[in-house]
């Protein structure tokens, strides 16, 4: 069952190490194909107006209670995030840099393209399939193996560290940083919950697939 996955699998296209200058073409596709569709969801959970995800609901109640902006703040978050990567052990690659890059490119086009929903129904449906495309590129991209984003990364440290399902260690992350944000006063929506509850499963849905298509 994809919700016991513990490890990131490997397959024929996954690099041997994370910081490899020189990924197999196969490899350098997923990994740009996955985060792709990691940007879509991002973007998509964004134009669906249901809730933002947890991160920025802790960057909104940081800044209600330091007055930085959320966008300093959101890069402060992630610099924190990098450092835990130390004691954890986890390692950097081409993937990290591309996680920021092409992420925002998609949610920039997102936001530029995509209708919002006119009715509340639909905007959750799209924040649900958002979440959904999200734990499925995410997914495709950490098999890879070639660097993962700042969140994704420590939610590998902390699961190799507990030897907990993927599942549950990125779920209770995020239900850990949505509730620190909801107490500094940031706001929660549906979509909030949704990615809170449902990225955990979503992400090993997307790491099952993955390794029955391509075993």
Do not use: H
Not at 146 to 162: E, F, H, N, S, V
């Amino acid at each position: 069952m994809f919700l016991k996955i513990k490890n990131i699998p490997s397959v024929s296209w996954s690099s041997d190490k994370p910081l490899n200058l020189k990924p197999k073409i196969s490899t350098f596709f997923f990994l740009c194909f996955g985060l792709t569709l990691f940007g879509l969801g991002e973007g998509l959970l964004i134009v669906s107006t249901s809730g933002a995800s947890p991160w920025s609901v802790l960057a909104q109640g940081l800044y209600l209670n330091i007055g930085f902006s959320i966008g300093v703040i959101t890069i402060f978050i992630s610099f924190i995030v990098l450092f835990l990567w130390f004691p954890l052990k986890q390692k950097p690659g081409i993937g990290t840099i591309l996680n920021a890059l092409i992420i925002g490119i998609m949610i920039d086009v997102c936001i530029r393209y995509v209708p919002t929903p006119e009715n509340y129904i639909s905007q959750v449906f799209l924040g649900a399939f958002a979440v959904l495309t999200v734990g499925i590129g995410g997914g495709i991209y950490l098999v890879a193996n070639l660097g993962a984003g700042p969140r994704d990364g420590l939610m590998i440290g902390i699961q190799k560290k507990t030897n907990l399902p993927i599942a549950l260690v990125r779920g209770l992350l995020e239900i850990t940083v949505m509730s620190i944000g909801w107490y500094l006063g940031g706001t929660v929506g549906v979509g909030t919950l949704l990615f809170a509850f449902g990225i955990g499963p979503c992400v090993a849905l997307g790491l099952y697939l993955v390794d029955k298509i391509f075993d």
